[in-house]
């Protein structure tokens, strides 16, 4: 089953604690890609991978960084988490060029206190 | 300017009627237009692309004009499990998708 599973799904942490929030496709997409959403203001784009070890900043990358070593995962990682990156979380990916439908993890629920 | 606009809703109907969305955008070199929705706390998921020459699936219509930079997404027969939150989305170049706010809709019994 075509798949973006995302970990973990729940988190609860506190400011300053590096976490990492894993991202996994069975696809063998070239595209990945990052987004936070927030009430009133959408999905706004983190960051975006267009292939392995080719990553770009997006809307948002203030306060994230991310890695592209294989082709199936793209992990997000927040080196010191600060209350306003309390966010639901997606990934994405895609097969790549603007045409092409994204298909999207379940989502993880961050909360940083 | 937001780069994609849409009214928030939400759009309250009852079952069987027809409710249409509009999304406008504001970079004329947009290339490709999707309707995506979202139920509550959960991913997004493809609803249907969008074409020039406008495109039907079942029930749900979707056109576009360029001239005007809008996007439309039309329900016919609406039911109570078409309620959700629908995204208009907008791709610039290769890799930029760009996600409006979406616009909720709740269909009634």
């Known amino acids: 089953e075509a798949q973006v599973t995302q970990n973990p799904r729940y988190l609860i942490t506190v400011t300053g604690k590096k976490l990492t929030v894993t991202c996994s496709q069975n696809m063998n997409h070239e595209y990945m890609s990052w987004y936070r959403q927030d009430p009133g203001l959408g999905l706004r784009q983190i960051y975006y991978s267009m292939n392995v070890e080719v990553t770009d900043k997006g809307d948002v990358p203030e306060g994230y960084k991310v890695s592209r070593k294989e082709k199936r995962n793209f992990p997000l990682i927040l080196e010191s988490p600060s209350p306003n990156q309390t966010s639901l979380y997606f990934c994405a990916s895609s097969r790549g060029g603007s045409g092409n439908t994204i298909y999207f993890g379940e989502g993880s629920w961050l909360t940083v206190v | 300017r937001k780069e994609v606009e849409q009214d928030p809703g939400p759009f309250n109907v009852p079952e069987g009627a027809t409710v249409a969305f509009n999304c406008t955008y504001s970079?004329?070199?947009?290339?490709?237009f999707f309707w995506y929705r979202q139920d509550c706390r959960k991913e997004p998921k493809l609803l249907m692309s969008?074409?020039?020459s406008g495109n039907e699936d079942g029930r749900f219509t979707a056109q576009l004009n360029r001239a005007s930079q809008y996007i439309s997404l039309l329900i016919r027969d609406s039911k109570l499990s078409d309620s959700a939150t629908y995204l208009c989305?907008?791709?610039?170049?290769?890799?930029?998708?760009?996600f409006g706010t979406g616009t909720r809709l709740k269909v009634l019994a």
């Open positions: 969008v074409y020039s």
């Open positions: 970079n004329s070199a947009s290339q490709s």
């Open positions: 989305v907008v791709t610039l170049g290769t890799y930029k998708y760009i």
